[in-house]
């Protein structure tokens, strides 16, 4: 079974600060990695992909991947009460069968942005 | 916008009853993606499908089946539903053939079984 790892949290930001969200990953050949954002009793959103190794921002939000430690991180600057949700991190589990691969997702880690 | 729709938003049923959920997404998708939601157990697969009548089993299939008779909708059947199947049950659907790429779910059904 293909895992990836997330702190559950909650992980408590004050309002303006950046918010480091980290995600670990053990199958190797992985090359396609996301971040989801759910808000309570909602379905997840897609808010970043990120598929060759550094950085990719998009506006407040910074992906970072290190494909050699296995590591992909989200970064959300000038954080907002609005930020406060589940934030998911997927990874493509690969089959070679040329089909659909579908995701594997960590638990997630609640972040909670304080006023 | 993508959208990923699903029939129902809540279901109540009965030990035993046949449910179907249904999923329909209107960007001509190839993938399309059942997963439940349970708390502290996170996001898991139950089956997928590539193409039109194609299946393939997730994680956890028992008790599940699928259906893809046109390619825009794909069904997830409880076969005999039963409490253990009480979740919050997701579609999703993605457009990229052979994997990799971002998945757009629906709002997600929360299914009871009393």
């Known amino acids: 079974q293909k895992e990836v790892e997330q702190n559950s949290g909650p992980l408590s930001v004050p309002e303006g600060a950046i918010a480091s969200l980290n995600c670990t990953y053990s199958d190797r050949v992985s090359q396609s990695f996301f971040w989801y954002r759910q808000y309570s009793g909602k379905s997840p959103e897609l808010i970043m992909s990120i598929y060759s190794n550094g950085d990719k921002e998009d506006g407040r939000f910074t992906a970072q991947l290190n494909k050699a430690s296995q590591y992909v991180s989200l970064l959300i600057r000038d954080s907002q009460p609005s930020d406060s949700a589940t934030y998911l991190c997927?990874?493509?589990?690969?089959?070679?069968?040329?089909?659909?691969?579908?995701?594997?997702f960590g638990k997630g880690t609640h972040l909670i942005i304080q006023p | 916008d993508v959208k990923v729709t699903q029939s129902s938003r809540y279901l109540v049923k009965r030990t035993g009853e046949k449910v179907f959920l249904e999923c329909v997404q209107d960007m001509d998708h190839e993938n399309m993606f059942w997963y439940r939601q349970d708390p502290g157990l996170g996001l898991r697969l139950i089956y997928f499908?590539?193409?039109?009548?194609?299946?393939e089993k997730g994680d956890i299939p028992e008790g599940y089946s699928v259906s893809r008779e046109k390619k825009e909708r794909f069904s997830l059947i409880l076969e005999s539903a039963s409490t253990n199947q009480t979740s919050m049950y997701l579609c999703?659907?993605?457009?990229?053939?052979?994997?990799?790429?971002?998945?757009?779910f629906g709002q997600g059904t929360r299914l009871t079984v009393v």
């Open positions: 999703a659907s993605s457009p990229h053939h052979g994997g990799g790429g971002e998945a757009f």
């Open positions: 499908s590539y193409d039109v009548k194609m299946k």
């Open positions: 997927a990874v493509n589990r690969p089959t070679g069968g040329g089909g659909a691969d579908g995701l594997t």
